[in-house]
């Protein structure tokens, strides 16, 4: 039975009222319910995850018992579908594999008010708002919507770095921090397609990545009366794949998110102001208007098997793609391979990979 599309407000006035896993409201995490967790298997954690450095698995055991978590992903981008569309599955794969030391927030850096073609701009950012809420329920995702130093969230459509966004950021990365930190590729090609405000997103992070563990860099903007400032873990930085730089992206790491495709298909559909109407609408994408999620499911396949050609990888599963940056710390090749979920990474990249890792490594 094919389900029908309600209208974009109407949707909005009922999701507004139903919970995600957690909202970021001025840097406190209100919690909210979810779909139920499952219970955690797969692989130990990293030994980087551990406190104290090289521990064998019970050890590490004992010690992660004193945290929530072992392992933390932050995403953070543009637009409120940016995430379903570059990272959810990869993050869907790593819950399965973790279960509760699992945590994974997502952070948007615009208002998302100029998204639609008939609605206003407030109607606008509201329903998106609530649609990012629906789908990070079903992510297990906390949502954290950027505020400015003035307590306003960037308008949407005309992001520029800026000290006040390189304050947001910083002040935002640092309370979360995160293991990895995943955010939208910096364009290399001037041929390439871009969007402002993804640009935008890619060289605020660059530049303030290496302020993450520097306590005083925006304490003007956010005071600080810490008498013995802490050190702050700084994030491995990787990118995403970027569809508005079609035939530009590159990677390094693939994950196979083949068996979370049925979630990212409900994930997405959430978005029905963007995948039924904008979207469409816009004419960018190459996008017919889904009238079921039927429909859509087939859409957003052909998107996958789009990508995977575009990439190189025809024949293969679909898979989420990310670049590995020097931005925050530099990993090691093993280490990513411990502490991502299902890498099937071609080998010949994967040497090109450990090849450049050595040479940032100084080997």
């Known amino acids: 039975m094919q389900q029908l599309v309600p209208s974009s407000a109407t949707r909005a006035a009922k999701l507004e009222r139903e919970p995600c896993l957690g909202l970021v409201l001025g840097g406190l995490l209100v919690p909210v319910s979810a779909r139920p967790k499952k219970p955690r298997k797969g692989k130990p954690p990293s030994r980087r995850s551990s406190p ?3 521990l064998n698995f019970w050890e590490s055991r004992f010690w992660l018992s004193f945290f929530l978590v072992f392992m933390k992903a932050l995403f953070v981008h543009a637009h409120f579908d940016d995430y379903e569309f570059s990272t959810a599955g990869t993050f869907e794969m790593w819950r399965r594999q973790l279960g509760g030391d699992f945590r994974a927030r997502l952070i948007i850096c615009t208002d998302g008010a100029a998204g639609h073609h008939r609605m206003s701009r407030e109607e606008t950012a509201r329903v998106r708002l609530a649609e990012q809420l629906e789908s990070a329920k079903l992510a297990q995702c906390e949502i954290e919507p950027l505020l400015l130093p003035n307590g306003k969230a960037p308008r949407e459509a005309c992001l520029q770095v800026d000290s006040d966004l390189l304050a947001a950021l910083w002040k935002a990365i640092r309370d979360f921090e995160p293991d990895y930190l995943f955010v939208p590729p910096v364009p290399s090609d001037s041929l390439a397609g871009l969007h402002v405000d993804h640009v935008a997103v890619a060289e605020a992070v660059r530049k303030v990545a290496y302020m993450i563990n520097v306590p005083h860099a925006f304490t003007p903007e956010y005071p600080s009366d810490e008498p013995k400032p802490k050190s702050c873990k700084v994030p491995v930085i990787l990118t995403a794949y970027d569809g508005y730089m079609f035939g530009a992206n590159s990677y ?33 994408h190459d996008m017919a208007v889904p009238k079921s999620k039927d429909e859509w499911r087939v859409t957003l396949e052909h998107r996958y098997t789009k990508r995977n050609r575009e990439l190189g990888l025809g024949g293969q599963p679909m898979v989420e793609v990310f670049g590995v940056t020097a931005w925050g710390e530099i990993p090691t090749l093993d280490q990513m391979k411990a502490d991502l979920p299902n890498l099937i990474t071609p080998a010949e990249t994967e040497v090109r990979l450990a090849k450049r890792l050595a040479q940032w490594h100084g080997e």
Request: proline share 3%; net charge negative; charged share 20%.
């Open 52 to 54: 104290l450095g090289e």
């Open 252 to 284: 390094d790491l693939a994950v196979d998110v083949s068996a979370a495709f049925d979630l990212m298909v409900d994930m997405t559909w959430c978005h029905q102001s963007q995948v039924t109407e904008w979207l469409p609408w816009v004419g960018r």
